[in-house]
């Protein structure tokens, strides 16, 4: 490359990251003052009503007082894989994502926790195309999604929505959500999202065999399901969650090609739940 191509990429790169600063700007995000009153409303309607622990958390603090109990999954292994769906920024802080994406406009979106390191110029040139935009806005390079691998004990095979994950024979099936965070960046030699999110039947169960398994140890906690229909009320599904601290580096454009084609349906970026830092909706963690 000479240097001309180089300034030319430099040059791009910088109007892309100056582009997407003024979109963040213009993009309405509510006030501090909105987000206390949603995690006031949580409180008041889950005070006493028995609602075990909640997700997402803040992952590096351990300390929780919910009194509900119930057993921790059994291994991946041994559930089905039922569901893969994944949220702008990340749901859960910890690790390499602890950066606040900001308030955002109060229902999820622009909201979350973002990758705290950097990815090189390279990596950072734009794509031109646009990215799993079903429901508005693209992808783009730079953006952090946390994935969400579901499992259940019921006798289910993968599908849309987490209906998938429950069936009418299992009224109450165990239910695991591996998480995995990761960056998006324009790189053919990233992790190709089509292999991270593969299929395949093992010993007779679904499963997602190329989740990385070198992204630090994971953190294993009781909780329950996310999304921002839940910044004011309690969920009441109880899940097993198992997330790493650290973020994998993933193409884009292996993004747009599975949004395009999966057997989940999935063509989008969902919201996310605000993070819960209420004592009393979390689980200890186990160190």
């Known amino acids: 490359m000479n240097n001309t191509q180089m300034i030319k990429r430099v040059l791009l790169v910088t109007l892309s990251a100056l582009a997407l600063s003024t979109a963040a700007v213009n993009a309405k995000s509510v006030t501090d003052e909105v987000i206390a009153k949603q995690r006031a409303a949580l409180e008041k ?29 059994p291994d991946p292994s041994e559930l089905n894989l039922c569901n893969i769906h994944f949220h702008k920024n990340a749901e859960h802080k910890g690790g390499e994502y602890t950066t606040y994406a900001g308030n955002g406009d109060g229902q999820g979106y622009n909201t979350g926790y973002v990758y705290n390191g950097q990815l090189s110029a390279q990596q950072l040139t734009p794509v031109t195309n646009k990215v799993c935009a079903a429901k508005g806005d693209s992808l783009q390079v730079g953006d952090t999604l946390e994935v969400h691998f579901v499992y259940s004990s019921a006798q289910v095979k993968p599908g849309p929505t987490l209906g998938a994950c429950l069936a009418d024979t299992t009224m109450n099936p165990a239910l695991r959500v591996e998480g995995q965070v990761i960056v998006l960046a324009n790189d053919d030699e990233a992790i190709d999202f089509d292999d991270l999110a593969d299929v395949e039947r093992i010993n007779g169960y679904y499963q997602a065999p190329n989740v990385p398994t070198n992204m630090g140890e994971s953190i294993e906690y009781l909780g329950s399901t996310t999304g921002p229909s839940y910044n004011q009320e309690g969920s009441p599904l109880q899940v097993s969650w198992s997330i790493r601290p650290k973020v994998a580096v993933v193409d ?36």
């Open 252 to 287: 884009i454009n292996s993004v747009g090609e599975w949004c395009d084609d999966n057997e989940f349906n999935e063509d989008h970026a969902h919201a996310v739940r605000n993070l819960v830092q209420n004592p009393k909706l979390l689980s200890p963690i186990m160190q």
């Open 45 to 73: 309607n889950t005070h006493g009503k028995g609602f075990g622990p909640q997700s997402p958390r803040d992952i590096e603090q351990f300390q929780g007082t919910n009194l509900r109990r119930f057993a921790m999954a």
